[in-house]
């Protein structure tokens, strides 16, 4: 893995505390002169949300009637054994299903009040505000470089010189600087499976998405890497809202605000991670949850 550690992207968002100051998430009180400059004060706090959202393949359903949303700068688990709809939903919030055969939809996606679904939908633009990043590595055959900046060219957000000060920011970012910064025009393919991780990572991030969905994103990895990936989620969540699908239920416990339980077609119960985990409300999610099923 690389040395260098990831820089902390997050800082925008953090406020001094006042004793006469507005208050902030979960009650923590935020600087009102740095509150009043935050760029997301008047935008919705649930950057995404559900309503009704029913999914099919088919005449099959395979998730009914969910209602979720997601607070903005959260990290959000999706917990259930396989087949349970988590993948499948995950992967409806940026449209990525609307090419499979036999897929539909019933009820609404909505990301900051508008549906996703809406007439005239640029659906590059919303993948750029909905990135994914994959079970595996899916490194672009192209240089490690281009990799980074292929989204940022194709939207257009930087050019020339500019590229370079994206490619070494988000390399940074990911902590893979030092590890590939005297070989940006080589292959991708020769990094490890980790260091691939990364640089998709680095790749979604420099859009400037608003939500991130992951896909299981370290399953493939070893130990040390699904660490440090942990790790590098938990600094990004304040600025970017975070979904993420994982049948490791111990990195659901260490990555995530809020956890959704899904089995036999439907989201059986979701809240606080800490609450889901020792608490849950439902027969099925503690036999899950305790590894009595799945």
């Not at 979960?26 to 919705?44: E, F, I, Y």
């Not at 959000?76 to 939809?105: H, Q, W, Y």
């Not at 010189?161 to 920011?169: F, G, P, R, S, T």
Request: neutral net charge.
């Amino acid at each position: 893995m690389p040395a260098d550690r990831p820089t902390d992207p997050v800082g925008k968002h953090a406020a001094g505390a006042n004793a006469a100051a507005p208050q902030g998430v979960q009650g923590v009180q935020l600087d009102p002169v740095l509150d009043a400059l935050d760029p997301d004060r008047d935008r919705p706090a649930h950057v995404i949300e559900t309503r009704r959202l029913t999914l099919h393949f088919g005449s099959k359903p395979i998730l009914s009637s969910i209602d979720m949303a997601f607070e903005r700068g959260s990290v959000t688990a999706l917990i259930g054994p396989t087949g349970s709809g988590k993948s499948t939903f995950l992967r409806t919030l940026n449209r990525m299903n609307d090419k499979v055969r036999g897929f539909r939809t019933d009820g609404d996606v909505v990301l900051e009040g508008r549906s996703i679904w809406a007439p005239g939908t640029d659906l590059l633009e919303l993948r750029r505000r909905v990135g994914m990043l994959f079970q595996r590595p899916n490194p672009f055959p192209m240089s490690i470089r281009d990799n980074v900046v292929a989204g940022v060219r194709a939207h257009r957000i930087a050019r020339g010189k500019q590229l370079d000060v994206v490619a070494e920011q988000r390399l940074r970012e990911v902590g893979l600087w030092d590890a590939v910064k005297d070989r940006l025009g080589d292959s991708p393919f020769r990094l490890s499976g980790g260091q691939q991780q990364l640089l998709c990572l680095a790749r979604a991030l420099a859009v400037g998405p608003d939500v991130l969905l992951l896909d299981e994103p370290t399953s493939s990895l070893d130990p040390i890497s699904t660490e440090y990936v942990e790790a590098l989620l938990r600094q990004l969540a304040p600025a970017l809202t975070l979904i993420v699908v994982t049948h490791n239920l111990a990195q659901a416990r260490r990555v995530s605000r809020t956890t959704m339980f899904f089995y036999d077609g439907r989201l059986v119960e979701h809240g606080p991670t800490d609450a889901l985990f020792e608490h849950p409300s439902d027969p099925q999610t503690e036999r899950y949850v305790t590894g009595r099923i799945g």
